[in-house]
């Protein structure tokens, strides 16, 4: 199956479970680990083999990173070392839960309905500085931005999704 077509797959169960009224809290780790699960079902040992600078090793779906082994560079940045991704998905989930539990609430800048619209922004971006998962993090925080739009209800019903509005222009040679 092609990225594309398990991204597709992955954003129709979001909007079903949003139609449902069963979307999950998109912050939550345990809903971002469900889609990076999700998103690699079925796909083969390449797809799940994640390289870098002479090293490979094989991810396992949903599994942060924990290993110094682990440790990636993505252009100039350095993510959290290896072994406090999972502190750091913690705290990003007392940060920007949609649906706060045992006394958790929203911290996200902003107030009133701009609120959660904010969140979706600086938790796209927080969620890939951190870079929680060895390899298929722009995937997953497209896939949990998406969910976050469902949840606030500015979702597009299939009419233009976040990966859809980052990916214009590439087939004309635009770069990042």
Do not use: C
Request: glycine residues 10%.
């Amino acid at each position: 199956m092609t990225e594309a077509a398990a991204h597709y797959r992955v954003q129709e169960s979001i909007d079903l479970a949003a139609a449902d009224g069963e979307l999950p809290d998109p912050g939550d780790p345990e809903f971002i680990r469900q889609q990076h699960r999700d998103h690699y079902a079925g796909t083969s040992e390449a797809m799940l083999t994640a390289r870098g600078g002479g090293w490979a090793y094989l991810m396992t779906p949903s599994e942060w990173r924990s290993r110094d082994e682990h440790d990636v560079q993505i252009g100039r940045h350095l993510p959290p070392s290896s072994p406090r991704a999972a502190d750091f998905m913690a705290y990003f989930y007392a940060r920007f839960a949609f649906e706060p539990k045992d006394g958790m609430r929203m911290t996200a800048v902003g107030a009133g309905k701009a609120k959660p619209i904010l969140a979706m922004a600086t938790a796209h971006h927080r969620f890939n500085w951190i870079h929680p998962f060895p390899d298929g993090n722009g995937r997953v925080s497209r896939l949990m931005s998406h969910a976050m739009a469902q949840k606030v209800g500015i979702g597009a019903h299939g009419l233009w999704s976040v990966s859809r509005g980052l990916a214009r222009g590439l087939d004309q040679g635009e770069e990042d």
